[in-house]
Protein backbone atom coordinates (compact mmCIF):
# COMPACT_ATOMS: atom_id res chain seq x y z
CA UNK A 1 0.00 0.00 0.00
CA UNK A 2 2.74 2.42 0.61
CA UNK A 3 3.83 2.00 -2.75
CA UNK A 4 0.37 2.81 -4.37
CA UNK A 5 0.03 5.89 -2.28
CA UNK A 6 3.58 6.70 -3.47
CA UNK A 7 2.45 6.66 -7.36
CA UNK A 8 -0.86 8.40 -6.64
CA UNK A 9 0.31 11.71 -4.63
CA UNK A 10 2.76 11.45 -7.35
CA UNK A 11 0.12 11.82 -10.17
CA UNK A 12 0.06 8.53 -11.60
CA UNK A 13 -3.21 6.92 -11.45
CA UNK A 14 -3.21 3.05 -9.95
CA UNK A 15 -6.21 -0.01 -9.63
CA UNK A 16 -5.60 -2.49 -7.14
CA UNK A 17 -6.97 -5.91 -7.61
CA UNK A 18 -7.36 -7.62 -3.99
CA UNK A 19 -9.08 -10.28 -3.15
CA UNK A 20 -12.81 -9.09 -1.30
CA UNK A 21 -12.36 -10.12 1.94
CA UNK A 22 -9.09 -7.85 2.04
CA UNK A 23 -11.40 -4.67 1.73
CA UNK A 24 -11.66 -3.59 4.89
CA UNK A 25 -7.80 -4.09 5.26
CA UNK A 26 -7.28 -2.22 2.15
CA UNK A 27 -9.47 0.79 3.15
CA UNK A 28 -7.67 0.77 6.39
CA UNK A 29 -4.29 0.86 5.29
CA UNK A 30 -5.07 3.22 2.45
CA UNK A 31 -6.35 5.46 5.04
CA UNK A 32 -3.30 5.16 6.98
CA UNK A 33 -1.22 6.00 3.83
CA UNK A 34 -3.14 9.05 3.38
CA UNK A 35 -5.15 7.52 0.17
CA UNK A 36 -8.20 7.12 1.58
CA UNK A 37 -10.19 6.52 -1.33
CA UNK A 38 -7.88 4.01 -3.55
CA UNK A 39 -9.80 2.33 -6.04
CA UNK A 40 -9.60 -1.36 -5.92
CA UNK A 41 -11.39 -4.12 -7.45
CA UNK A 42 -12.54 -7.35 -6.28
CA UNK A 43 -10.38 -10.80 -7.61
CA UNK A 44 -12.27 -14.06 -7.03
CA UNK A 45 -10.74 -16.89 -4.76
CA UNK A 46 -12.19 -19.57 -6.24
CA UNK A 47 -13.27 -18.50 -9.70
CA UNK A 48 -10.99 -20.03 -12.90
CA UNK A 49 -8.66 -17.28 -13.65
CA UNK A 50 -9.84 -16.67 -17.17
CA UNK A 51 -13.29 -16.23 -16.03
CA UNK A 52 -12.48 -13.84 -13.23
CA UNK A 53 -10.64 -11.78 -15.65
CA UNK A 54 -13.31 -11.72 -18.43
CA UNK A 55 -15.43 -10.17 -15.23
CA UNK A 56 -12.70 -7.79 -13.67
CA UNK A 57 -10.98 -6.70 -16.91
CA UNK A 58 -13.98 -3.95 -17.48
CA UNK A 59 -13.77 -2.75 -14.29
CA UNK A 60 -10.10 -2.61 -14.06
CA UNK A 61 -9.44 -0.09 -16.94
CA UNK A 62 -12.81 1.83 -15.96
CA UNK A 63 -11.22 2.29 -12.72
CA UNK A 64 -8.51 3.93 -14.61
CA UNK A 65 -10.31 6.11 -16.75
CA UNK A 66 -13.67 7.24 -14.72
CA UNK A 67 -13.39 10.89 -13.58
CA UNK A 68 -12.65 10.87 -10.24
CA UNK A 69 -16.02 11.91 -7.84
CA UNK A 70 -15.94 15.53 -5.62
CA UNK A 71 -15.17 12.71 -2.35
CA UNK A 72 -11.70 11.17 -4.46
CA UNK A 73 -10.48 14.99 -4.61
CA UNK A 74 -10.31 15.81 -1.21
CA UNK A 75 -7.15 16.30 0.82
CA UNK A 76 -7.13 17.05 3.90
CA UNK A 77 -5.84 15.54 7.49
CA UNK A 78 -7.01 12.83 9.29
CA UNK A 79 -6.14 12.05 13.53
CA UNK A 80 -7.77 9.28 15.47
CA UNK A 81 -9.37 10.50 18.03
CA UNK A 82 -7.65 9.69 21.49
CA UNK A 83 -7.92 11.22 25.25
CA UNK A 84 -5.67 10.61 28.02
CA UNK A 85 -8.87 9.17 29.60
CA UNK A 86 -11.12 6.82 28.14
CA UNK A 87 -13.38 5.98 30.58
CA UNK A 88 -15.05 7.82 34.25
CA UNK A 89 -17.68 5.64 36.04
CA UNK A 90 -17.69 2.62 38.51
CA UNK A 91 -15.19 -0.46 38.50
CA UNK A 92 -18.51 -2.44 37.17
CA UNK A 93 -19.78 0.07 34.86
CA UNK A 94 -15.41 0.28 33.77
CA UNK A 95 -15.57 -3.64 33.34
CA UNK A 96 -18.79 -3.72 30.89
CA UNK A 97 -16.91 -0.59 29.03
CA UNK A 98 -13.67 -2.72 28.45
CA UNK A 99 -15.56 -5.68 27.33
CA UNK A 100 -17.30 -3.56 24.62
CA UNK A 101 -17.78 -5.77 21.43
CA UNK A 102 -18.40 -4.66 17.64
CA UNK A 103 -19.90 -7.39 15.18
CA UNK A 104 -17.46 -7.75 12.14
CA UNK A 105 -19.07 -8.84 9.19
CA UNK A 106 -18.02 -11.41 6.69
CA UNK A 107 -15.52 -13.30 6.94
CA UNK A 108 -16.13 -13.22 10.77
CA UNK A 109 -19.59 -12.92 11.02
CA UNK A 110 -19.38 -12.13 15.42
CA UNK A 111 -18.93 -9.76 17.57
CA UNK A 112 -14.79 -8.83 17.99
CA UNK A 113 -13.68 -7.50 21.45
CA UNK A 114 -12.81 -3.58 21.07
CA UNK A 115 -10.24 -3.42 23.40
CA UNK A 116 -8.97 -6.23 24.40
CA UNK A 117 -8.71 -10.02 23.42
CA UNK A 118 -12.05 -11.24 23.91
CA UNK A 119 -11.22 -11.86 27.78
CA UNK A 120 -12.29 -9.48 30.26
CA UNK A 121 -9.20 -7.31 31.67
CA UNK A 122 -7.96 -5.51 34.86
CA UNK A 123 -9.46 -2.38 34.52
CA UNK A 124 -6.86 0.22 33.83
CA UNK A 125 -7.50 3.01 36.57
CA UNK A 126 -5.34 5.75 37.03
CA UNK A 127 -3.79 4.65 39.92
CA UNK A 128 -2.85 0.91 38.79
CA UNK A 129 -1.39 2.50 35.89
CA UNK A 130 0.85 4.71 38.09
CA UNK A 131 1.40 1.31 39.84
CA UNK A 132 3.00 -0.39 36.84
CA UNK A 133 5.42 1.66 36.03
CA UNK A 134 7.50 1.73 38.60
CA UNK A 135 8.56 -0.85 37.22
CA UNK A 136 10.39 0.40 34.97
CA UNK A 137 13.32 3.74 34.98
CA UNK A 138 11.44 4.84 31.44
CA UNK A 139 9.26 8.22 32.01
CA UNK A 140 5.62 7.74 31.26
CA UNK A 141 5.48 10.18 28.44
CA UNK A 142 8.69 8.45 26.60
CA UNK A 143 7.97 7.51 23.15
CA UNK A 144 8.54 3.21 22.28
CA UNK A 145 11.42 3.63 20.52
CA UNK A 146 14.13 1.38 19.32
CA UNK A 147 16.62 0.83 21.90
CA UNK A 148 19.11 -0.81 19.07
CA UNK A 149 20.28 -0.71 15.85
CA UNK A 150 19.00 -3.57 13.75
CA UNK A 151 17.04 -5.19 11.14
CA UNK A 152 13.47 -5.76 10.16
CA UNK A 153 12.04 -6.90 7.65
CA UNK A 154 10.92 -3.72 6.29
CA UNK A 155 14.42 -2.41 7.08
CA UNK A 156 17.24 -0.79 8.62
CA UNK A 157 15.85 0.57 11.97
CA UNK A 158 18.47 3.19 14.02
CA UNK A 159 18.36 3.42 17.88
CA UNK A 160 15.61 6.03 18.69
CA UNK A 161 13.73 5.38 15.83
CA UNK A 162 9.84 5.50 17.04
CA UNK A 163 8.15 2.07 16.92
CA UNK A 164 4.88 1.60 14.27
CA UNK A 165 2.74 -0.55 15.66
CA UNK A 166 1.02 -2.29 12.63
CA UNK A 167 -1.29 -2.16 10.43
CA UNK A 168 -2.28 0.95 11.37
CA UNK A 169 1.28 2.48 12.18
CA UNK A 170 0.55 4.50 15.18
CA UNK A 171 2.96 4.88 18.26
CA UNK A 172 2.93 4.41 21.53
CA UNK A 173 4.27 6.06 25.06
CA UNK A 174 5.70 3.83 28.25
CA UNK A 175 2.57 5.21 29.92
CA UNK A 176 0.44 2.94 26.89
CA UNK A 177 2.19 0.11 27.13
CA UNK A 178 1.83 0.69 31.21
CA UNK A 179 -1.88 0.73 30.38
CA UNK A 180 -2.02 -2.54 28.14
CA UNK A 181 0.22 -4.53 30.70
CA UNK A 182 -2.16 -3.86 33.74
CA UNK A 183 -5.16 -4.52 31.14
CA UNK A 184 -3.33 -8.19 30.52
CA UNK A 185 -2.93 -8.66 34.41
CA UNK A 186 0.85 -7.97 34.78
CA UNK A 187 2.75 -7.27 37.70
CA UNK A 188 5.28 -3.79 37.49
CA UNK A 189 8.03 -5.88 37.70
CA UNK A 190 7.00 -7.76 34.42
CA UNK A 191 7.04 -4.68 32.76
CA UNK A 192 10.11 -4.03 31.39
CA UNK A 193 9.74 -7.84 29.50
CA UNK A 194 6.27 -6.07 27.95
CA UNK A 195 8.09 -3.09 26.96
CA UNK A 196 10.65 -5.50 24.99
CA UNK A 197 7.81 -6.72 23.23
CA UNK A 198 6.15 -3.32 22.61
CA UNK A 199 9.63 -2.69 21.08
CA UNK A 200 9.17 -5.33 18.37
CA UNK A 201 6.14 -3.57 17.24
CA UNK A 202 3.76 -6.21 17.76
CA UNK A 203 3.76 -7.83 14.46
CA UNK A 204 0.81 -9.84 13.46
CA UNK A 205 -0.10 -12.48 11.89
CA UNK A 206 -1.04 -12.09 7.81
CA UNK A 207 -3.52 -14.39 6.11
CA UNK A 208 -2.12 -17.60 6.91
CA UNK A 209 0.27 -16.92 9.71
CA UNK A 210 -0.43 -18.98 12.83
CA UNK A 211 0.50 -16.51 15.20
CA UNK A 212 3.21 -15.13 17.67
CA UNK A 213 5.82 -17.23 20.11
CA UNK A 214 7.52 -15.20 22.60
CA UNK A 215 10.51 -16.57 24.47
CA UNK A 216 11.75 -14.88 27.25
CA UNK A 217 16.37 -15.76 27.98
CA UNK A 218 18.04 -14.65 31.35
CA UNK A 219 18.14 -14.04 34.58
CA UNK A 220 14.74 -11.95 34.85
CA UNK A 221 12.99 -14.67 33.74
CA UNK A 222 13.36 -16.26 37.50
CA UNK A 223 12.98 -12.72 39.27
CA UNK A 224 9.90 -12.24 38.05
CA UNK A 225 8.06 -15.48 38.63
CA UNK A 226 8.10 -17.26 35.15
CA UNK A 227 8.08 -20.71 34.15
CA UNK A 228 10.29 -22.55 32.18
CA UNK A 229 9.38 -25.99 33.63
CA UNK A 230 6.14 -28.39 33.33
CA UNK A 231 4.03 -26.85 31.15
CA UNK A 232 5.20 -24.14 30.39
CA UNK A 233 3.76 -23.06 27.18
CA UNK A 234 0.17 -23.47 28.67
CA UNK A 235 -1.88 -22.41 31.71
CA UNK A 236 -0.99 -22.03 34.75
CA UNK A 237 1.79 -19.84 35.74
CA UNK A 238 0.74 -15.76 36.19
CA UNK A 239 3.75 -14.40 34.58
CA UNK A 240 3.94 -16.47 31.67
CA UNK A 241 0.28 -16.06 31.05
CA UNK A 242 0.10 -12.35 31.81
CA UNK A 243 2.70 -11.45 29.52
CA UNK A 244 2.09 -13.18 26.60
CA UNK A 245 -1.59 -11.81 26.66
CA UNK A 246 -0.12 -8.15 26.13
CA UNK A 247 1.37 -9.13 22.40
CA UNK A 248 -2.67 -9.59 21.92
CA UNK A 249 -4.02 -7.03 24.04
CA UNK A 250 -1.21 -4.18 22.36
CA UNK A 251 -1.69 -5.21 18.85
CA UNK A 252 -5.55 -4.57 19.04
CA UNK A 253 -5.03 -1.69 20.83
CA UNK A 254 -1.36 0.59 20.27
CA UNK A 255 -1.46 -1.29 16.39
CA UNK A 256 -5.03 -0.94 15.76
CA UNK A 257 -5.63 -4.51 14.77
CA UNK A 258 -8.96 -6.09 14.08
CA UNK A 259 -9.93 -9.66 13.52
CA UNK A 260 -11.38 -9.97 10.38
CA UNK A 261 -11.21 -6.55 9.39
CA UNK A 262 -7.27 -5.80 9.06
CA UNK A 263 -5.84 -8.92 10.35
CA UNK A 264 -6.74 -11.90 8.56
CA UNK A 265 -5.61 -15.25 10.15
CA UNK A 266 -7.93 -17.49 8.35
CA UNK A 267 -7.97 -19.64 11.05
CA UNK A 268 -5.60 -18.09 13.22
CA UNK A 269 -4.04 -20.32 16.09
CA UNK A 270 -3.57 -20.98 20.06
CA UNK A 271 0.08 -19.05 19.47
CA UNK A 272 -2.11 -15.87 18.28
CA UNK A 273 -2.83 -15.89 22.34
CA UNK A 274 0.40 -15.10 23.13
CA UNK A 275 1.95 -18.18 24.13
CA UNK A 276 4.64 -17.30 26.25
CA UNK A 277 7.44 -19.20 27.85
CA UNK A 278 10.94 -18.81 29.93
CA UNK A 279 14.34 -20.68 28.73
CA UNK A 280 15.39 -23.29 30.78
CA UNK A 281 19.03 -21.72 31.36
CA UNK A 282 20.15 -24.51 34.08
CA UNK A 283 18.80 -27.14 31.67
CA UNK A 284 21.60 -26.61 28.93
CA UNK A 285 23.94 -29.26 28.44
CA UNK A 286 27.54 -28.10 28.98
CA UNK A 287 28.75 -25.82 26.23
CA UNK A 288 25.20 -24.87 24.45
CA UNK A 289 24.64 -21.25 24.72
CA UNK A 290 21.30 -19.87 25.87
CA UNK A 291 19.52 -17.54 23.59
CA UNK A 292 20.58 -14.61 25.06
CA UNK A 293 24.30 -15.61 24.16
CA UNK A 294 22.87 -16.86 20.96
CA UNK A 295 22.09 -13.34 20.36
CA UNK A 296 25.30 -11.56 21.41
CA UNK A 297 24.11 -10.70 24.35
CA UNK A 298 25.80 -11.89 28.09
CA UNK A 299 24.47 -15.03 29.99
CA UNK A 300 23.42 -12.34 32.69
CA UNK A 301 21.58 -10.22 30.32
CA UNK A 302 17.84 -10.94 29.91
CA UNK A 303 15.95 -10.65 26.01
CA UNK A 304 12.71 -11.62 24.81
CA UNK A 305 11.98 -13.17 21.65
CA UNK A 306 9.28 -12.44 19.45
CA UNK A 307 8.82 -15.41 16.74
CA UNK A 308 6.56 -15.22 14.22
CA UNK A 309 5.17 -18.80 13.31
CA UNK A 310 4.24 -18.74 9.76
CA UNK A 311 3.49 -22.34 9.11
CA UNK A 312 2.75 -25.47 11.57
CA UNK A 313 3.84 -26.86 14.60
CA UNK A 314 4.47 -30.13 14.97
CA UNK A 315 4.37 -31.72 18.40
CA UNK A 316 5.78 -35.55 19.17
CA UNK A 317 6.49 -37.51 17.05
CA UNK A 318 6.62 -40.97 19.13
CA UNK A 319 5.62 -42.05 22.44
CA UNK A 320 7.69 -40.88 25.44
CA UNK A 321 7.75 -44.38 26.71
CA UNK A 322 9.16 -45.19 23.33
CA UNK A 323 11.87 -42.37 23.40
CA UNK A 324 13.04 -44.17 26.83
CA UNK A 325 13.30 -47.62 25.49
CA UNK A 326 15.66 -46.55 22.48
CA UNK A 327 18.11 -44.39 24.79
CA UNK A 328 17.89 -47.41 27.72
CA UNK A 329 18.39 -50.41 25.59
CA UNK A 330 17.76 -50.13 22.14
CA UNK A 331 14.46 -51.07 21.60
CA UNK A 332 10.59 -50.19 20.23
CA UNK A 333 9.81 -48.46 16.79
CA UNK A 334 12.49 -45.69 17.27
CA UNK A 335 15.46 -47.81 17.73
CA UNK A 336 14.10 -50.15 14.63
CA UNK A 337 14.20 -46.75 12.46
CA UNK A 338 17.65 -45.69 13.77
CA UNK A 339 19.48 -49.22 12.89
CA UNK A 340 20.52 -49.42 16.63
CA UNK A 341 18.04 -52.17 17.86
CA UNK A 342 19.80 -53.47 21.34
CA UNK A 343 21.82 -50.87 21.91
CA UNK A 344 21.90 -48.48 24.29
CA UNK A 345 21.94 -44.71 23.86
CA UNK A 346 22.98 -42.20 23.51
CA UNK A 347 20.94 -42.08 20.32
CA UNK A 348 20.49 -38.99 18.02
CA UNK A 349 16.76 -38.70 18.55
CA UNK A 350 16.42 -36.31 15.85
CA UNK A 351 17.14 -38.30 13.32
CA UNK A 352 13.93 -40.16 14.04
CA UNK A 353 12.12 -37.04 13.56
CA UNK A 354 13.83 -35.75 10.52
CA UNK A 355 11.36 -37.52 7.56
CA UNK A 356 8.99 -34.91 8.94
CA UNK A 357 10.41 -32.01 9.06
CA UNK A 358 10.36 -30.94 5.63
CA UNK A 359 7.80 -33.52 4.31
CA UNK A 360 5.40 -30.62 3.96
CA UNK A 361 7.02 -27.45 3.76
CA UNK A 362 10.74 -26.04 3.51
CA UNK A 363 12.60 -23.47 5.94
CA UNK A 364 14.48 -23.73 9.30
CA UNK A 365 12.59 -24.50 12.98
CA UNK A 366 12.75 -23.81 15.72
CA UNK A 367 12.63 -27.15 18.14
CA UNK A 368 11.75 -26.99 21.75
CA UNK A 369 13.17 -30.00 23.81
CA UNK A 370 13.30 -31.10 27.55
CA UNK A 371 16.78 -30.96 29.17
CA UNK A 372 16.94 -34.75 29.04
CA UNK A 373 16.63 -34.76 25.47
CA UNK A 374 19.42 -31.97 24.99
CA UNK A 375 21.54 -33.86 27.14
CA UNK A 376 21.46 -36.91 25.00
CA UNK A 377 21.99 -34.74 21.93
CA UNK A 378 25.29 -33.58 24.00
CA UNK A 379 26.32 -36.96 25.23
CA UNK A 380 25.42 -38.18 21.36
CA UNK A 381 28.32 -35.70 20.17
CA UNK A 382 26.68 -32.42 19.90
CA UNK A 383 28.89 -30.32 22.13
CA UNK A 384 26.71 -27.13 21.24
CA UNK A 385 23.70 -26.38 19.41
CA UNK A 386 25.88 -24.81 16.41
CA UNK A 387 26.72 -28.58 15.93
CA UNK A 388 23.23 -29.60 15.97
CA UNK A 389 22.46 -26.73 13.18
CA UNK A 390 24.91 -27.58 11.24
CA UNK A 391 23.96 -31.45 10.90
CA UNK A 392 20.28 -30.69 10.78
CA UNK A 393 21.35 -28.27 8.05
CA UNK A 394 22.90 -30.78 5.86
CA UNK A 395 19.84 -33.06 6.86
CA UNK A 396 18.01 -30.64 4.95
CA UNK A 397 18.86 -31.29 1.45
CA UNK A 398 16.96 -33.06 -1.18
CA UNK A 399 16.38 -33.12 -4.91
CA UNK A 400 15.35 -30.35 -6.31
CA UNK A 401 12.91 -32.74 -8.10
CA UNK A 402 11.39 -32.98 -4.65
CA UNK A 403 11.98 -29.23 -3.42
CA UNK A 404 9.42 -28.13 -6.20
CA UNK A 405 6.58 -30.16 -4.76
CA UNK A 406 6.68 -28.17 -1.77
CA UNK A 407 4.06 -25.10 -1.69
CA UNK A 408 6.19 -22.53 -0.22
CA UNK A 409 9.07 -22.43 -2.46
CA UNK A 410 7.13 -20.78 -5.33
CA UNK A 411 7.08 -18.10 -2.95
CA UNK A 412 10.51 -17.99 -1.91
CA UNK A 413 12.28 -18.65 -5.32
CA UNK A 414 9.87 -15.81 -6.77
CA UNK A 415 8.04 -17.93 -9.10
CA UNK A 416 11.41 -20.05 -9.72
CA UNK A 417 12.37 -16.90 -11.73
CA UNK A 418 15.44 -15.62 -8.92
CA UNK A 419 18.18 -17.01 -8.41
CA UNK A 420 19.29 -19.97 -6.00
CA UNK A 421 21.78 -18.85 -3.75
CA UNK A 422 24.64 -21.36 -3.28
CA UNK A 423 25.06 -22.30 -6.83
CA UNK A 424 24.14 -18.45 -7.71
CA UNK A 425 22.44 -19.88 -11.11
CA UNK A 426 18.84 -19.00 -11.96
CA UNK A 427 16.40 -21.87 -10.77
CA UNK A 428 15.33 -23.03 -14.22
CA UNK A 429 18.70 -24.00 -15.13
CA UNK A 430 19.41 -26.24 -12.68
CA UNK A 431 19.23 -29.94 -13.29
CA UNK A 432 16.54 -32.01 -11.43
CA UNK A 433 19.04 -33.37 -8.91
CA UNK A 434 20.57 -30.73 -8.01
CA UNK A 435 20.75 -30.91 -4.24
CA UNK A 436 18.82 -27.65 -2.65
CA UNK A 437 18.96 -26.96 1.28
CA UNK A 438 15.04 -27.07 2.29
CA UNK A 439 16.21 -25.79 5.80
CA UNK A 440 17.61 -22.13 3.83
CA UNK A 441 21.22 -21.20 2.39
CA UNK A 442 22.71 -21.78 6.08
CA UNK A 443 21.96 -22.74 9.09
CA UNK A 444 21.56 -19.98 11.05
CA UNK A 445 17.74 -20.31 11.07
CA UNK A 446 17.59 -22.84 13.49
CA UNK A 447 17.20 -22.02 16.66
CA UNK A 448 17.01 -24.80 19.90
CA UNK A 449 15.05 -23.85 23.01
CA UNK A 450 15.46 -25.61 25.92
CA UNK A 451 12.30 -26.17 28.60
CA UNK A 452 9.37 -27.72 29.66
CA UNK A 453 8.80 -31.21 32.10
CA UNK A 454 10.42 -34.24 32.66
CA UNK A 455 8.61 -36.28 29.92
CA UNK A 456 10.50 -36.97 27.04
CA UNK A 457 8.81 -34.26 24.20
CA UNK A 458 9.50 -32.22 21.80
CA UNK A 459 8.02 -29.28 19.89
CA UNK A 460 8.90 -28.36 16.57
CA UNK A 461 7.45 -24.77 14.76
CA UNK A 462 7.72 -23.87 11.67
CA UNK A 463 9.77 -19.85 11.43
CA UNK A 464 13.34 -19.94 12.78
CA UNK A 465 15.55 -17.07 12.82
CA UNK A 466 15.39 -14.66 10.20
CA UNK A 467 18.87 -13.33 9.14
CA UNK A 468 17.48 -10.00 7.76
CA UNK A 469 14.66 -9.55 10.71
CA UNK A 470 16.36 -9.79 14.19
CA UNK A 471 13.15 -10.66 16.33
CA UNK A 472 15.46 -10.44 20.29
CA UNK A 473 14.61 -7.45 22.54
CA UNK A 474 16.61 -6.30 25.26
CA UNK A 475 14.63 -6.25 28.46
CA UNK A 476 17.47 -4.56 30.75
CA UNK A 477 16.93 -2.21 28.04
CA UNK A 478 13.56 -0.84 29.63
CA UNK A 479 14.18 -2.06 33.33
CA UNK B 1 -22.19 5.82 46.97
CA UNK B 2 -20.13 4.09 44.59
CA UNK B 3 -16.53 5.52 44.18
CA UNK B 4 -16.11 6.62 40.62
CA UNK B 5 -12.53 5.39 38.47
CA UNK B 6 -10.58 7.42 36.14
CA UNK B 7 -9.59 4.23 33.26
CA UNK B 8 -6.82 5.20 30.83
CA UNK B 9 -6.76 4.82 27.40
CA UNK B 10 -4.87 1.60 25.67
CA UNK B 11 -5.06 2.92 22.26
CA UNK B 12 -1.78 3.70 20.48
CA UNK B 13 -1.29 7.29 19.26
CA UNK B 14 -2.48 7.71 15.51
CA UNK B 15 0.38 10.68 14.40
CA UNK B 16 -2.19 13.48 11.86
CA UNK B 17 -2.14 11.46 8.37
CA UNK B 18 -2.65 14.22 5.89
CA UNK B 19 -4.91 12.39 3.28
CA UNK B 20 -4.34 13.63 -0.44
CA UNK B 21 -6.67 12.80 -3.45
CA UNK B 22 -6.65 10.63 -5.83
CA UNK B 23 -4.11 11.24 -8.96
CA UNK B 24 -6.58 12.32 -12.19
CA UNK B 25 -7.61 9.88 -14.37
CA UNK B 26 -6.88 8.95 -17.87
CA UNK B 27 -9.46 10.38 -20.76
CA UNK B 28 -8.22 7.24 -22.57
CA UNK B 29 -6.42 4.64 -23.01
CA UNK B 30 -4.51 4.35 -25.85
CA UNK B 31 -1.06 5.59 -26.57
CA UNK B 32 -0.33 5.51 -22.99
CA UNK B 33 1.84 3.84 -21.31
CA UNK B 34 0.38 1.45 -18.63
CA UNK B 35 2.55 -0.98 -15.61
CA UNK B 36 0.77 -4.29 -14.71
CA UNK B 37 2.77 -4.87 -11.68
CA UNK B 38 2.55 -8.15 -10.93
CA UNK B 39 2.59 -9.75 -7.36
CA UNK B 40 1.52 -13.39 -7.36
CA UNK B 41 -1.65 -14.92 -8.23
CA UNK B 42 -0.54 -16.76 -11.60
CA UNK B 43 -4.12 -17.67 -12.20
CA UNK B 44 -5.58 -14.42 -12.57
CA UNK B 45 -2.36 -12.30 -13.55
CA UNK B 46 -1.59 -14.32 -16.83
CA UNK B 47 -4.53 -14.66 -18.61
CA UNK B 48 -5.42 -10.91 -17.25
CA UNK B 49 -1.55 -9.48 -19.03
CA UNK B 50 -2.75 -11.52 -22.05
CA UNK B 51 -6.52 -10.18 -22.20
CA UNK B 52 -4.98 -6.72 -21.48
CA UNK B 53 -1.82 -6.93 -24.82
CA UNK B 54 -4.38 -8.38 -26.61
CA UNK B 55 -7.84 -6.70 -26.05
CA UNK B 56 -6.12 -3.67 -25.85
CA UNK B 57 -3.16 -3.31 -28.56
CA UNK B 58 -2.74 0.67 -28.67
CA UNK B 59 -1.98 0.81 -24.97
CA UNK B 60 2.12 0.52 -24.09
CA UNK B 61 1.86 -2.22 -22.03
CA UNK B 62 5.04 -3.02 -19.28
CA UNK B 63 5.32 -5.30 -17.21
CA UNK B 64 6.83 -5.64 -14.00
CA UNK B 65 6.42 -9.38 -12.38
CA UNK B 66 7.11 -10.98 -8.96
CA UNK B 67 5.69 -13.89 -7.27
CA UNK B 68 5.61 -12.65 -3.36
CA UNK B 69 4.01 -9.68 -1.71
CA UNK B 70 6.20 -6.53 -2.50
CA UNK B 71 6.02 -5.38 -6.24
CA UNK B 72 8.98 -3.98 -7.96
CA UNK B 73 8.72 -0.36 -7.97
CA UNK B 74 8.99 1.70 -10.83
CA UNK B 75 12.16 3.54 -11.06
CA UNK B 76 12.37 7.70 -10.77
CA UNK B 77 12.72 7.75 -14.90
CA UNK B 78 10.05 5.15 -15.59
CA UNK B 79 7.74 7.00 -13.27
CA UNK B 80 8.18 10.09 -15.38
CA UNK B 81 7.01 8.41 -18.42
CA UNK B 82 4.00 6.14 -16.32
CA UNK B 83 0.52 7.01 -16.67
CA UNK B 84 -0.76 4.69 -15.16
CA UNK B 85 -0.74 1.06 -12.70
CA UNK B 86 -2.59 -1.80 -12.09
CA UNK B 87 -1.86 -3.98 -9.42
CA UNK B 88 -2.08 -7.52 -8.93
CA UNK B 89 -2.89 -9.43 -6.66
CA UNK B 90 -2.65 -8.38 -3.28
CA UNK B 91 -2.90 -10.80 -0.85
Given at each position: ?367 IMIPEMAH ?104 | ?85 IQAVCW
Amino acid sequence: MPYIAELEKAGIPTVLIDLEDQQNMVRQEALAQGVPNIRFIHASRTLFGEADVDRLISPVLDGLTRPLTEKEKESGMWQPPWGRVLFEGTLDEAEDFYQKTEWVPHPVNAPIAVYSDGLPVRIPTEERVREMLKGTSHKPDELITAQSDRLSGRGEIKKGDPIRFQPMNWTATVEKVAINAVMAGCKPEQLPVVLAIAESGCPIESTHSLGQWICVSGPIAKEIGMSSGCGMMGPGNPANMAIGRTHPIMSRNLGGAIIGVNRMPSISSPFAHGSCCAENADGLPPGWKGLNEESGYKKDESVVMIQIVPKGIRGVQHSPGGYRALQKSGHGGMARRLNVKGKPGPHNWLEYALPEFWAATEGPLNIIMIPEMAHHLYEYGFKSKDAVYEWLWKKSFMTLENYRKLSWVDFTTNGWLGIEPISGKHWKELPDDYMVPAAGPNSSGFCIIVGGGDEEVSQQMSGGRRPNDSNIYSIDAWR
Amino acid sequence: MVDKVKCLNPIGIGMPVKTYPLAPRLEKIDGKEIWLSITGEPDITIPLEKRLKNDYPKVNWKVKRKYDLDPIPLTDEEMKTADGLIQAVCW
